[in-house]
């Protein structure tokens, strides 16, 4: 199974900052890469698919980058909302199993 | 709009069996693939299952197969997961998730889970 590892774990950043989260699969999957945010208490959102899609109604300051094995979520002005843990996820050769990553926690400097 | 409602989902003894369901409103239900997902308590998200739109493909997590089921009633709009032989890991909230279309294998909408325990 292809494996997902994230980096960092956790984040500490403040309102502006330019935030950027990486995830590394064990072997390429393409651009076949989806990143979500999750709040507490919260089911996941949907923010990047195919690596650099951006879903529809997710701001601009997000994006993403990357194909094989490393990828990227930059958010380019952090913003209050923002605060939150990230997950990445592959679907290479569009077959399961699905792997999300660790996440990455994004809090308050 | 989408909507996804889990229920089911309550305490178990080890070994014992729950199915939880997934009312689905406000799209084309078996137009989608669909997938359960699941978040053990204060851990990171973990694939469990997805079932093709017609019912006819099902695919499993290692740590699931040969205990769970998944199946879906596109007349009733609803997907199910049979959980047989638990185990005190599979203890999380189970998240119902809307495949982005006929199975392209990441999620656009989420329900807001229901929890299973898994305990004596």
């Known amino acids: 199974d292809i494996q997902m590892t994230q980096s960092p774990s956790t984040l500490s950043a403040s309102v502006g900052d330019r935030v950027t989260i990486t995830c590394r699969a064990s072997?390429?999957?393409?651009?076949?890469l989806a990143w979500y945010q999750q709040k507490p208490g919260k089911a996941p959102k949907l923010l990047i698919y195919k690596a650099s899609s951006l879903e529809s109604g997710v701001p601009s300051r997000f994006s993403g980058s990357g194909s094989g094995t490393e990828f990227t979520l930059t958010i380019s002005s952090l913003q209050p909302d923002d605060f939150a843990t990230y997950y990445c996820q592959q679907y290479n050769s569009y077959s399961p199993p699905l792997t999300f990553g660790g996440g990455t926690k994004v809090e308050i400097k | 709009e989408v909507q996804l409602v889990e229920s089911g989902g309550v305490v178990v003894q080890p070994g014992g069996s729950l199915r939880l369901s997934c009312a689905a409103s406000?799209?084309?239900?078996?137009?989608?693939?669909m997938h359960w997902v699941r978040q053990a308590p204060g851990k990171g998200l973990e694939w469990v299952s997805l079932i093709s739109w017609d019912g006819g493909s099902t695919y499993y997590a290692d740590s699931v197969k040969g205990r769970f089921t998944i199946s879906r009633d596109n007349s009733k709009n609803s997907l199910y997961l049979q959980m047989n032989s638990l185990r005190a890991e599979d203890t999380a909230l189970y998240y119902c998730a809307k495949d982005m279309g006929v199975m392209d294998y990441y999620f656009d909408y989420w329900g807001q889970g229901t929890l299973v325990t898994v305990s004596s």
């Open positions: 406000g799209f084309t239900f078996d137009d989608y693939a």
């Open positions: 072997q390429s999957i393409s651009s076949w």
